[in-house]
């Protein structure tokens, strides 16, 4: 098989395309021959081995995968959580759910993390009630685009607050749904935030930055408001004091999609089906903002990490 591999930590030049012997499943295990391999933010921490956990080397990067089934045939997404950047996988079936006829591979693949993600981040960790403002930081990206057009329907928020880098990523979120999109950038963000809100704070967060961003979104919570984290892409480390929390009663959650792994039926397979079920009712529509040629995966990571790219990034490992 072909596949992305990496024999050290470091920048793109790390990942080097190789040819590697055929997997071999193993036991619970289902070989999917790959399509595509879902490109993730957390695919540029693991190649610098800065993520929330270590890796050994060598490695082959990619978190997920859409591609076909070689005991049936049919099409599937999976979670492999680390193998992706190849021609094929072998993964535990448990992480597998079939592919709609209606929706294509790159469909479903950008609802399978980022998707499960969003849903997650309004129904799991950030709780959202019917009628609360929530605040979709990155409104834009893969997570973002998919957060702003599940507020309504899956949520029943009430105002969607989103930010995004650029005026034709601010745009973008408007057409996601969007009441409101503002500058992502730290300066004046907390103040900035209220003024979006109608001069009230806000219920809920979901932060994918850390750092300023974290800090100043922290400060915009009203009385019992969440900030849910879902990314570090500023790779920067944040502290939070307990009195801050006690004083204001306001909430920092986390959120790893991994963790939905100890219970897959529930927690992966059930949103997955709803979430495709709500894309074949038009009620949110996946976006695909690139796909590259797997041999090419360093400049795909490069346009992913300079935040100038709108939904989902992919690899076309068939080219």
Not at 114 to 126: C, N, S, V
Not at 251 to 258: D, E, K, N, Y
């Amino acid at each position: 098989m072909h596949a992305i591999q990496q024999t050290r930590f470091g920048g793109p030049e790390v990942l080097e395309l190789v040819e590697l012997p055929d997997l071999v499943a193993g036991p619970g295990e289902v070989i999917v021959d790959v399509t595509l391999a879902g490109l993730n933010f957390a695919d540029t921490h693991t190649r610098e081995n800065k993520y929330v956990h270590q890796d050994d080397l060598p490695l082959i990067p990619g978190a997920e995968v859409a591609g076909v089934r070689r005991d049936t045939g049919e099409r599937v997404v999976a979670l492999c959580q680390r193998g992706g950047y190849a021609s094929q996988v072998s993964v535990e079936e448990t992480r597998l759910a079939p592919i709609p006829d209606d929706l294509s591979d790159a469909e479903a693949l950008a609802l399978q993390i980022q998707g499960l993600t969003a849903w997650h981040l309004h129904r799991t960790a950030g709780r959202v009630a019917p009628g609360e403002t929530v605040v979709i930081h990155s409104g834009a990206g893969g997570v973002g685009s998919l957060a702003v057009q599940l507020a309504r329907p899956l949520a029943q928020a009430g105002r969607v607050i989103a930010t995004a880098s650029s005026p034709e990523r601010q745009e973008a979120a408007r057409g996601f749904g969007a009441d409101v999109v503002i500058s992502g950038t730290p300066d004046d963000l907390t103040a900035r935030l209220i003024e979006a809100n109608e001069g009230r704070e806000v219920d809920v967060v979901f932060d994918m930055a850390g750092g300023e961003v974290f800090d100043q979104s922290l400060r915009s919570l009203a009385p019992f408001g969440r900030i849910v984290v879902c990314g570090i892409s500023t790779k920067q480390a944040n502290e939070v004091r307990t009195g801050h929390l006690l004083k204001y009663s306001r909430s920092v959650v986390g959120f790893w999609l991994f963790h939905c792994l100890k219970d897959p039926e529930r927690l992966l397979r059930a949103p997955l089906v709803d979430l495709f079920d709500r894309a074949a009712r038009g009620e949110v529509k996946p976006v695909i903002g690139g796909t590259w040629p797997l041999e090419q995966a360093a400049e795909a990571q490069q346009a992913l990490s300079s935040r100038t790219t709108t939904g989902k990034l992919l690899l076309d490992v068939r080219s």
